[in-house]
C-alpha cells in the first residue's frame, strides 16, 4: 500500500494550492480518504474527508468555505483544493484511508508521507 501526497509548498495569504495523493496497492473505492494535517507542536487534526463515491464530504469548521476535497476513483487520486489560505493553515498535510468512516487518526489503516505547506503573512 502506497499514499502518495504532492503539491505543497510556500504561499502568500489568500493564496491557493492544489494537494494530490496518488494510493495504491489497495481497492481505492472501498475506502473513504481523508485529508489531515499537523502544525508543529499541535496534534494531527482530520482537515476533510470523502465517501467513497464523493458523494459526501466533511470539513472542519475551520477549512469550510476554502478547502474542497474530491476524489477520482478511476485514477485512484483525492485531491485537496485550498483557497484563501491563511497563516494558520500552516503545518504538514497527510492523505489517510480508512475502511469506515472517521476523524480520529486511530481510525484510518493507511496513510502518505505528507506534503509541507506553508503560508507566509
Known amino acids: 500500500v502506497q499514499l502518495q501526497a504532492s503539491g505543497g509548498g510556500l504561499v502568500q495569504a489568500g493564496g491557493s494550492l492544489r494537494l494530490s495523493c496518488a494510493a495504491s496497492g489497495y481497492t481505492f473505492s472501498m475506502y473513504i480518504m481523508g485529508w489531515f494535517r499537523q502544525a508543529p507542536g499541535k496534534e494531527r487534526e482530520l482537515v476533510s474527508a470523502i465517501s467513497r463515491s464523493g458523494g459526501r464530504t466533511y470539513s472542519a469548521d475551520s477549512v469550510k468555505g476554502r478547502f474542497t476535497i474530491s476524489r477520482d476513483n478511476a485514477k485512484n487520486m483525492v485531491y485537496l483544493q485550498m483557497n484563501i489560505l491563511k497563516p494558520e493553515d500552516t503545518a504538514v498535510y497527510y492523505c489517510?484511508?480508512?475502511?469506515?468512516?472517521?476523524?480520529?487518526?486511530?481510525?484510518?489503516?493507511?496513510w502518505g508521507q505528507g506534503t509541507q505547506v506553508t503560508v507566509s503573512s
Open positions: 489517510a484511508a480508512a475502511r469506515a468512516y472517521g476523524t480520529l487518526t486511530g481510525e484510518y489503516d493507511y
